[in-house]
T-cell receptor, first 112, second 118 residues
Framework: GAVVSQHPSWVICKSGTSVKIECRSL??????MFWYRQFPKQSLMLMAT?????????EQGVEKDKFLINHASLTLSTLTVTSAHPEDSSFYIC????????FGPGTRLTVT | AQTVTQSQPEMSVQEAETVTLSCTYD???????LFWYKQPPSRQMILVIR??????QNATENRFSVNFQKAAKSFSLKISDSQLGDTAMYFC???????????????FGQGTRLTINP
């Protein structure tokens, strides 16, 4: 069964609102979690890396004030897309790492 | 910085045939890991096979095997006796072994869309 879950699996929100995506490691403690963005028919683009209890490290070009990442525990990381716009519509994938790397099933975000 | 290149955007073969997906990478590291991931239409990322750079023996997992050429920085995936369920996007990925200023992270190639035809 799934070892990393994401919630919600899909979400539609209005432009200007914020939306939170949760990523949970179900059967292991993840020292590090990663957030990716994937556009249709493209590869995964790493947005940020988060370690439990510390600030996330964002990749170049990713707005940290727009994509807020919190890694409050060894099993939970959240990504909040603030003031969402249609161009933020995408597929967001998290992965969790301890001795292994496991991916969540992804969250499809549509901003109208 | 490390880069991963998959030069085949799309491939298509008949069921039961053998297919090889290409991947090259660029790095100055000596120790690292290489991966092939499968992303079916469900979009769940699935690990297909993993190779440690210090191991000379090519990794195999049932019908999946790799041809790892460290000097050439090449890491191809061979799928034998292909099945309809192998239809998916396949991503090659690199991860260095040592930790420098933060966590080790996966660097993905552009992907190859593989279609297995009945």
């Amino acid at each position: 069964g799934a070892v990393v879950s994401q919630h919600p699996s899909w979400v539609i929100c209005k432009s200007g609102t914020s939306v939170k995506i949760e990523c949970r490691s179900l059967d292991f403690q993840a020292t590090t979690m990663f957030w990716y963005r994937q556009f249709p028919k493209q590869s995964l683009m790493l947005m940020a890396t988060s370690n439990e209890g510390s600030k996330a490290t964002y990749e170049q070009g990713v707005e940290k004030d727009k994509f807020l990442i919190n890694h409050a525990s060894l099993t939970l990381s959240t990504l909040t897309v603030t003031s969402a716009h249609p161009e933020d519509s995408s597929f967001y994938i998290c992965s969790a790492r301890d001795r292994r790397i496991e991916f969540g099933p992804g969250t499809r975000l549509t901003v109208t | 910085a490390q880069t991963v290149t998959q030069s085949q955007p799309e491939m298509s073969v008949q069921e039961a045939e053998t297919v090889t997906l290409s991947c090259t990478y660029d790095t100055s590291e000596n120790n690292y890991y290489l991966f092939w991931y499968k992303q079916p239409p469900s979009r769940q990322m699935i690990l297909v096979i993993r190779q440690e750079a210090y191991k000379q023996q090519n990794a195999t997992e049932n019908r999946f095997s790799v041809n790892f050429q460290k000097a050439a920085k090449s890491f191809s995936l061979k799928i034998s006796d292909s099945q309809l369920g192998d239809t998916a996007m396949y991503f090659c990925a690199f991860m260095r072994s040592r930790v420098i200023q933060g966590a080790q992270k996966l660097v993905f190639g552009q992907g190859t869309r593989l279609t297995i035809n009945p």
